[in-house]
């Protein structure tokens, strides 16, 4: 059985994301999807835990994927549900730098593997803050965001 961990802030979790996720679950057995939360940030937890409730709705269907909030590092969260992997989502350079850099702190402490996912070309642009501000704006954001299943 083999688990990876799909860590991340998800505020909103997007298409991009959702794609990642379920490439994953081509390449793994369980998929755990966390929800990772700022302790010393009021409020944070409870956002985190209705962010990650409104995930697993898109995965109620499929009893491979787990979805939780958590706080603390992502390789001790990873441990705590058997995960040998994490799984993150690269889309330009920039992703690269910043999740090479934790890809290595995570190696230097933890047996955990760091797998990358290319995203995909019609996804690529797709980030949480681009659909928070369309949000803000007043415009509709729910072509970027993904549909429950029925
Ligand atoms: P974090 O705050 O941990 O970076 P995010 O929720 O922004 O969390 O992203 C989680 C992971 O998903 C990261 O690895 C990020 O690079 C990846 N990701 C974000 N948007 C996309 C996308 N459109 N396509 C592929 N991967 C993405």
Redesign the pocket.
Known sequence: MRTCV??????P?????K??ADRALGCFDRLVIGV?FNQAKPEAGEAATRRAQAIGRLYSHDDRVTVEAYTGLTVDFARRHGATHI?????EVK?FE??RNLADCNSAISDIETV?????PE???????MVRELIANGYDACRFLPKEES
């Open positions: 799909f860590p991340g802030t998800f505020d979790f997007t298409i991009g994301h794609d990642i990772g799984v993150r989502g690269l889309r992703d910043y999740e990358f996912l290319i995203a995909r996804y690529g642009y797709v980030s949480s803050s």
